[in-house]
């Protein structure tokens, strides 16, 4: 199973940018499907973008399309999601995901209980 430690969230004024990394270990990387989930408190933990194992194929939520980008280096065993445009709303614990079973061509998981191992998660805070 693949282990994923996330970093990269912190404080930022609305407008702004922040990259998350994902860093993943012990299994091989390009062998899974990967997300990015959020929660913030008092909320379930939502979807926010995945992408497929060579990174041809991206998908993001409504609410985050047009200002996150999510790419993969393979040779670096790491996911990012770049956040642009940042919004109070996006305030929440920022995690990456990994998913190991096969995607058809038009399915991705979108849902948590799709996903096999978590990162422990990093804070992410947008300040108006």
């Known amino acids: 199973q693949v282990q994923l430690v996330e970093s990269g969230g912190g404080l930022v004024q609305a407008g702004g940018s922040l990259r998350l990394s994902c860093a993943a270990s012990?299994?091989?990387?390009?062998?899974?499907?990967m997300g990015w989930f959020r929660q913030a408190p008092g909320k379930e933990r939502e979807f926010v973008a995945a992408?497929?194992?060579?990174?041809?194929?991206?998908y993001y939520a409504d609410s985050v399309k047009g200002r996150f980008t999510i790419s993969r280096d393979n040779a670096k065993n790491t996911v990012y999601l770049q956040m642009n445009s940042l919004k109070p709303e996006d305030t929440a614990v920022y995690y990456c995901?990994?998913?190991?079973?096969?995607?058809?061509?038009?399915?991705?998981?979108?849902?948590?209980?799709?996903?096999?191992?978590w990162g422990q998660g990093t804070q992410v805070t947008v300040s108006s």
């Open positions: 995901a990994a998913d190991r079973s096969y995607w058809t061509s038009s399915y991705y998981a979108n849902a948590a209980y799709e996903y096999d191992s």
């Open positions: 012990g299994s091989t990387f390009s062998n899974y499907y």
């Open positions: 992408i497929r194992r060579g990174g041809g194929s991206t």
